[in-house]
């Protein structure tokens, strides 16, 4: 009977009034590797933090090897024998290999104080040496590529006789030749008897190299198959849920043929691969996939600002070169993004000029002084019109709600002339009563012959406001999807597609 | 004396590998030197005279003992612009402590060091604890020195007794080869500090999470080092040199300045990146704070035996500091 390392029950963990995590629970045996799956929100990153001591649980219990724990930060976690590699690996690309693998612990000359790095540099060859890795230990770290940066975080942890591995997306950033490396490593640590915590969104993957598979939903725990005995599908399929949306509202395909804008042959490096698309007048376009999987860059691309290796932009018919956000604003593109705090918005400043913020050379008197009067005609217009809740528009923006301050910014954008709206997470971080309002002035907005290109990771969302839906993984476009067509199912399907079908549209 | 820069992995081209080692910006800002020194050698005679030479190595004492310290502080990603106004605190304690109280000279030099230590702590503290940035930290710590500095001095200098000796400290001459060259006191203090500044970089744990800190604070903190602590020892021991850096001035001036000392802190950091440690943090040695000192000293020595007007030196000097800093981000983007 294999020993059980860790178990978790009852795990509960909010953030700011959001639940993360609701009664999980989770178990690890020795010389296992345990795939941990879900969507983005999920909260297998959380639960796993809250095992490496990342997060303080608020309820639930930890046993390790049978014992009740506490894991109060990080390095209590890799003393017990726990140890997370992160995707962000957590390494100082300055020092040598062997420097930061016992940094903290360094073995010490006689006089206090002094280093003996003689022996540091030993001791870090044999760890590597026993884990067949033939690096020189006083390599600075900065100069490794990413998966042999993974190798020396792999060989950190061992160094604490980790018994727990956790390893977060640990193939995102790696090649298939070195992820097979990575798959021989993660053999011979589960040889050792080491129990590995695998979360990944790459079916084909978890497949291949896990035992057990445990599926989490929404804060929630689902279920855990033996990895042989459960198909991708039933994978996905657990992972999405079937739940009950409301009769999906008619959705008014007022799109006409008419092309407003079209990408052709986007790339920067592996992040955005062959991107082709277009966008028709009046259409609403979803995009879906999963966090990181290219849809911010695209945007961020199309209106300038990013850099890219190459990209073709025809916008209403007319060939055209975008430096910076503020051409794309010259040819009447917008971008929302995700963040409208640090990006959308002047939280300080009042909703006029926040409207006004995008097109201020239209309020310039002869003088070029500013117009305020102006500036506040044309934004209490937008408050009536957009059902802005604010009691006037001197009010600073910081003080209005979520969804209205999302309002400000859709304003902001309109003020400014633009009928491209990119629209990134529209509606993260807002109630669902004021969700509802944005979705019917997004409607509306499509209906005035708008194209709005709406990015989120939510699905039902997608689903119920798009007219088409364009799903990416991992830089690439893997599927296109008419509205009629398109399940919850079929978008995760594309979304985890590691090889998938380019996509031309 | 310097950080030991392992192979990196194959795929690079060795001319990419050697231009992206650290030494090659302690290798550029040498052979900078030594173009220098030829320049004004072949312009002026006068240059080479082992008088001058001395003049030279006497100027960058001072300078140098600061830079030390700082180097320390720019390593882990920080800064210190109290260094200056600090020195000059200490030294005016150190010259109260002999002068006015009438206490031993070596309880002046302890006093004197304590000084710059505990400004140094307080710096530590208020970055590491209170979490104030450095910049805006010892900012302030300079105002308030420099205020300390006047307040105890009573806006006057303070002069150490001719025959106490205490001068001797910077300008007596315990090495030399009669005839030939004479090495002030001062100057030997300068590579002393230089040669314990870099043991401790490169041999102790003190150096080691120098390191850490300006690389990658965060991995550090979760690997379980108390970076505050360490944060905290870094800026006390820039304080120690600040405070014998006073001593060393005013043993040189025999008196306490007190209307000294801002703006020493912009050449110490000058030195330090002319040398090529990174603003940024992480990396850095003594060496190069050494090379980038004498880089100073000797171009203001130089233009001056030319005689080219003080305010041009000035101009010369920054531009070399915006050249030195843009050469090495170049380096390393490549």
Known sequence: ?505 | MSMQSGAITSGTSYANRILKSEAIQRILAFAALLIIIVFFSLSSPNFLRTQNIEGIFLATAVNGILAVGVTFVIITGGIDLSIGTVMTLAAVITAKLVSEVGLPIPVGILGGLLTGGVAGFINGVVIARMRVPPFVATLGMLYVAKGLALILSNLAPIYFDRGSGFTNLATGVILQIPGVIEIPNAVLIMFGSAIVGSFILVRTILGRYTFALGSNEEAARISGVNTARWKIAVYTLAGVFSGLAGIVIAARLNSAQPALGQGYELDAIAAVVIGGTSLSGGEGSILGTVIGAFVISVLTNGLRIMSVPQEWQMVVTGAIIIVAVFLDMIRRRT
């Open chain 1, 1 to 505: 009977m294999t020993d059980i390392l860790v178990q978790m029950h009852g795990i509960d963990k909010s953030f700011d009034n959001v639940a993360a995590c609701v009664g999980c629970q989770f178990e690890l045996r020795a010389g296992e590797v345990h795939a941990l799956i879900g969507e983005n929100g999920a909260g297998k990153s959380t639960l796993m933090k809250i095992l490496a001591g990342v997060y303080r649980k608020d309820a639930g219990t930890i046993l390790f090897r049978g014992q009740e724990v506490d894991i109060p930060n990080p390095h209590a976690a890799q003393v017990l024998g726990i140890t997370m590699i992160h995707q962000e690996l957590n390494l100082m690309p300055h020092l040598t290999i062997a420097q930061n693998i016992f940094i903290g612990r360094e073995p010490r000359s006689a006089i206090p104080y002094l280093l003996d790095d003689a022996r540091l540099n030993q001791q870090a060859q044999e760890l590597l040496a026993s884990l067949h890795l033939n690096y020189n230990p006083k390599t600075r770290v900065g100069g490794l590529t990413v998966a042999r940066q993974q190798m020396v975080e792999i060989t950190k942890a061992l160094s604490y006789n980790s018994q727990v591995l956790i390893m977060d997306e640990p193939t995102a950033a790696l090649t298939e030749a070195e992820s097979e490396e990575l798959f021989h490593m993660i053999n011979r640590l589960r040889d050792k008897g080491i129990g590995i915590v695998y979360i990944s969104h790459r079916m084909e993957e978890i497949k291949r190299i896990a035992d057990r598979v445990t599926v989490m939903r929404d804060g929630q725990y689902i279920d855990t198959q033996p990895a042989a005995e459960i198909s991708i599908d039933r994978m996905i399929a657990l992972m999405v849920g079937r739940t009950i949306y409301e009769s999906k509202p008619e959705i008014p395909d007022h799109a006409s043929t008419d092309v407003v804008l079209e990408v052709r042959n986007l790339n920067r490096g592996r992040e955005l691969q062959n991107i082709n698309f277009t966008l028709k007048r009046g259409e609403i376009l979803g995009f879906a996939g999963l966090v990181g999987a290219g849809r911010t860059e695209v945007a961020r691309a199309i209106v300038g600002a990013d850099p890219v290796d190459s990209i073709e932009l025809i916008v209403k018919g007319q060939k055209v070169t975008i430096h910076s956000p503020k051409d794309a604003v010259k040819y009447g593109i917008g971008y929302l993004s995700e963040d409208r705090k640090p990006y959308g918005l002047i939280t300080g400043m009042d909703v006029a000029n926040n409207v006004g913020m995008a097109s201020l050379r239209k309020f310039l008197s002869a003088l070029g002084i500013v117009d305020d009067a102006q500036i506040n005609a044309v934004a209490q217009q937008h408050v009536e019109a957009l059902a802005i809740k604010t009691p006037s528009v001197k009010q600073k923006a910081r003080n209005l709600s979520g969804g209205n301050q999302q309002k400000v910014v859709i304003a902001k954008w309109l003020t400014a002339d633009t009928d491209i709206l990119i629209f990134d997470e529209p509606t993260r971080g807002i109630d669902v009563g004021a969700k509802s309002e944005i979705y019917k002035l997004l409607n509306e907005l499509a209906r005035q012959g708008k194209s709005i290109i709406m990015i989120s990771s939510e699905l039902p969302e997608i689903l119920r406001m798009s007219h088409r839906i364009l799903v990416m993984c991992e830089g690439r476009l893997t599927g296109e999807l008419s509205s009629s067509e398109a399940t919850q199912e079929k978008i995760m399907q594309y979304a985890t597609q590691r090889s998938g079908v380019v996509m031309a549209s």
